[in-house]
């Protein structure tokens, strides 16, 4: 009896010593050198996998970091748009490289089409997802560059920073968003682009994407830009640019001084974020969106007041508004 | 007539709705302003010869071909050019299309407008070919594929048998029926000339036995005509369907991501038959097609011939206005056809009927849970799963729905039909049918 527990131990433990050694120097023979610089980089990152920088996960990301570190000593061309300039100050430190800082953006949406704006001619039935909407018709509103509020973005944000507003029936959105890209690239009329979260939150874009000549445009929709050259003329930074009737406001020159916003005759320029204008000011903002600053603890995307002061009433009143709104 | 033919997997049998049958077909007064798409067939869009200001006689040259598949496009009017900018089109989208003011109707000299049969078939197939070509034909059944590249087997291939697509399977609709006992013969001299071109010695015109009065007729016309047989078919959509019915008539099956002309068929509709002949022996270019007008609510369901164009509102008053409680105008037949956003769009070459739905009819069931009874699966011509392959696209699974042949699909919409729980099943083959699509055109490889 004792006999058979003796020999299986050996003879297993025997085998067990073989294959150790085997193993050994298989490994040795086809390690493959990771630099360990990856680990630590990856260490440093968010760990969204989300896609945002271009690579497919952190870890891809990290590999490109730590080779561009040491093939040209810098990390140009690579940001995690997720973690932001403090991620990248770290993944610096740990490559020994100073790291510029970049400026953090966000997405915008680029159309303004709500019902009282855009108001809908026939009614949509069919799956709920805007790629396949966009293939099929040109819009409840007729307006074929508008938003089709079906919500792909919303499906493609993973970090709840995006979501629809039922009222509106566009996207808005939150504080939480990390410019992934994820929406712009869902979004089958290239209405979301990534802008400048600008200084204090403060940005002016044009809200809309219709590149038709003026009275098409605007015979869909109300405040579609309907590329007058208004904004163009008044701008003295060279920002603004029209291209097939329609406006666009470059974030690297803007200066953010807001000529634009009240020479747009159909408020297709939107300032965010801004003070209410003094009472002299000849046409108030047209939107004025309020920062959320209750730090985000419940997990549900938190809703931003956006007034479009545009919908609810003529212009002139509008400067009635707008005192109200001053303190 | 013993058992009738048809194809071999799934199809269903909708309600036919036939409500235009017995309605003669009328000619459409020319409208006053004509719009012309640019993009009226399969391919490329057509590049505009004409320019603002100039006058045009009916049948002259407006636009050219821009490509290997792409057809010219005639002034279906005389008149003014008035503009050259961006027309509506059936989806709703701005597309670079003419607009011309109608002056009179005055035709260019070398088209025959008499009534007279032409029955000469002394031509050669390259003759027939470039006159086709030249004439702007596309398939009139609505895919609008331009008809002389499917005259030309690419090489490897020879061509056995014509069928001339008098299926109309579709509910409602009634212009090829109607084609086929006003323009009977026509069609059959159309289907010589092609069999000429095709170099093809049997045509087998197939029609569903709901037309009992078409197969008695083109019957009796192709007695004298060698090689011409006409195949009455069981009822079942969608046998107007090319893979569909050459199963049916023939027995073969064409294999997949292949053309029919793989297996030695070529399938032309019988407007296009009619446009052929028009084509080659009065000299004239498409410019008129047979459009059906039809709906339970609408007064007089009509067939029209219409010059291209028109808009369709023309067609709604000329068949005795809107019902009042229409709810959905739909562009082609209720299984494939498209919903309209605005009655100014006009009727291009692959119009074939407008639909104007009542509100009973016209709104979607609410959407509820698959219960995986396959009803789709069983029903779907192509043998896919459409269940499997609607949950895939909707997740962006694209490599799982290739490998489970969504390309097959030839979004007939039968699984929507027939799905008990009313998912927009075929909204969803369609949107993974074109993503992966271009993800395989981007490979660079075929199907």
Redesign the interface.
Known sequence: MDNIILISVAALGGVGLVAAVILFFIAKKFKVYEDPLIDDVEEALPAANCGGCGFPGCRAFAEATVKSAKDTRSLEGLNCPVGGNDTMQTVGSVLGLEVEASDPLIAVIRCNGTPTNHPAKVKYEGATSCSFAHALYGGEGGCQYSCLGLGDCEVACDFEALYMNAETGLPVVNDKCTACNACVVACPRDIIELRKRGPKERRIFVSCVNAEKGGPAKKNCQTACIGCSKCEKVCKFDAITINSFLAYINFENCTLCRKCVEVCPTNAIWEVNFRPRKPKAEKPASVIERKTETPVDTGKPIPLTVTAIAEEQPKKESDQNNKENKD | MGILKTFALGGIHPEENKLSANAAIETLAVPEQAFIPMGQNLGAPSKPVVKRGDKVKTGQLLAEASGFISTPIHSPVSGTIFKID?TLNS????QPGIIIKVEGDEWEEDIDRSDELVTTLDYTTEQIIDKVKKAGLVGMGGATFPTYVKLMPPPGNTAEYLIINGVECEPYLTSDHRLMLEKGREIVVGTQLLMKALKVTKAIIGIENNKPDAINHMTELVKNADGISVQALKVQYPQGGEKQLIKAIVNREVPSGKLPIAVGCVVQNVGTAFAVYEAIQKNKPLIDRVVTVTGKAVKKPSNFLVRIGTPIKNLIDAAEGLPEDTAKIINGGPMMG??I??TDIPVVKGSSGILLMEKENA??KTESACIRCSKCTYVCPMGLEPFLLSKVS?LGKFDIAEDEMIMDCIECGSCQYTCPASI?LL??L??GK??TGAIIRSRGKTG
């Open positions: 961006n989806s709703g989208y701005k498209k919903a956003t605005s709104h979607r909707k927009p909204d969803y369609r949107l074109n993503k």
